[in-house]
């Protein structure tokens, strides 16, 4: 029966090529289904020789997708696992008509999750009393707005800025730089326009501070500016640091990394949860873009079942082993990230 499925589905995609991260997982099994060949690389390696002669791209941000790779190629949709999209040269694929599509809000609650442990280990090790802390959140889109409904459950008070939403309950980021006790950055990141995110927290944004705060980044690392925050850390403006995204990924700043309470490898979004999502938008995009017939959906694992339920989310997931595993040995970034052992948001 499973045989004559498989063929069933290959008769709608004959000669189909698909060329994979081969990091992205939980997906193999329905790909084979949609798809006569499909080659898995290492996002990093993927040539423009690989996709040549593809019908198909599955990416996350380690592989560039422009002129340079798809030049030449009969690729017609380039889809990545991911949230962010900056990987990707959207107006080449414009002016070449290959389709794109990203993930939006696949692992939102991976980062929720993050965050609030994040903001638990700074309540237990560093005395930051959160039902009477102001957490000032930049960007309520898909994960800001989860991150928000963390904090009010922790009892926090809660600004948020986001200036391309508009929301009449916003504010702007110096009323975040004047009253936060925390700071939490979720925008993606653009270069251009009235609302550049590039650099965002720099070091005039530092020096603007009032109360001393906590900085957390889990969106882009070019958003904050990793040398100022350095010298912010070091001259006291700026209390402590959760940093998960870096500039010049994966060569990063060391002494940022050391000097920070929480440093990870890039790796807040993710659970196995988020990326089962991302793995279904793909699948999903995939089979209408060829028309094909739809596979059936991708859960995530199980929990093992000697897993305690205590109800603690630092037992569920904690950073801070993430973060040990950094500090000891920074050269092993990518490979931290590559080998990821994906937690489950809930029990």
């Avoid at 030049?71 to 414009?94: F, K, M, N, P």
């Avoid at 109360?211 to 350095?230: E, M």
Wanted: proline share 5%.
């Amino acid at each position: 029966m499973i045989i004559d499925i498989l063929i069933l589905f290959r008769n709608f995609a004959p000669n189909m090529k698909i060329v994979v991260d081969d990091k992205i997982p939980y997906i193999r099994e329905k790909l084979a289904l949609l798809a006569e060949e499909i080659v898995y690389k290492s996002g990093a390696d993927i040539t423009a020789e690989d996709v040549r002669d593809a019908d198909a791209l599955v990416v996350r941000t380690r592989t560039r997708c422009d002129r340079q790779l798809l030049e030449g190629s009969r690729v017609q949709l380039v889809a990545t696992a991911t949230i962010g999209y900056d990987h990707i040269d959207t107006q080449y694929l414009a002016q070449t008509g290959i389709s794109w599509t990203n993930c939006p809000g696949c692992n939102a609650g991976s980062v929720a999750q993050y965050v609030e442990s994040a903001l638990l280990l700074l309540a237990s090790e560093k005395g930051l009393a959160l039902s009477s802390s102001t957490i000032g959140i930049v960007g309520c889109g898909h994960v800001g707005s989860k991150v928000r409904a963390v904090a009010q459950r922790l009892g926090m008070r809660v600004l948020v800025c986001d200036p391309p939403l508009g929301h009449a309950d916003f504010v702007g980021l110096e009323q975040i730089a004047r009253e936060s006790d925390v700071i939490t950055f979720h925008v993606p990141l653009t270069r251009d326009g009235a609302n550049a995110t590039w650099h965002m927290a720099d070091e005039t944004f530092f020096h603007r501070l009032s109360r001393v705060p906590y900085i957390i980044n889990t969106s882009r690392g070019g958003v904050v500016d990793n040398d100022a925050l350095l010298v912010a850390l070091q001259q006291g403006t700026v209390r402590d640091a959760v940093i998960d995204v870096w500039e010049h990924e994966p060569v990063i700043n060391e002494s940022l990394l050391h000097r920070v309470f929480i440093g990870t490898p890039h790796i807040a979004g993710y659970s196995a949860d988020g990326k089962v999502n991302a793995d279904n938008m793909v699948i999903d995009a995939l089979c209408r873009h060829f028309h094909l017939p739809h596979p059936g959906v991708i859960v995530p694992p199980s929990l093992p079942d000697d897993t305690p339920k205590t109800g603690n989310p630092l037992d569920l997931y904690n950073p801070m082993n993430d973060s040990e595993k950094l500090k000891n040995d920074t050269t092993k970034f990518e490979f931290l990230r590559n080998h990821y052992p994906l937690r489950r948001e809930q029990w």
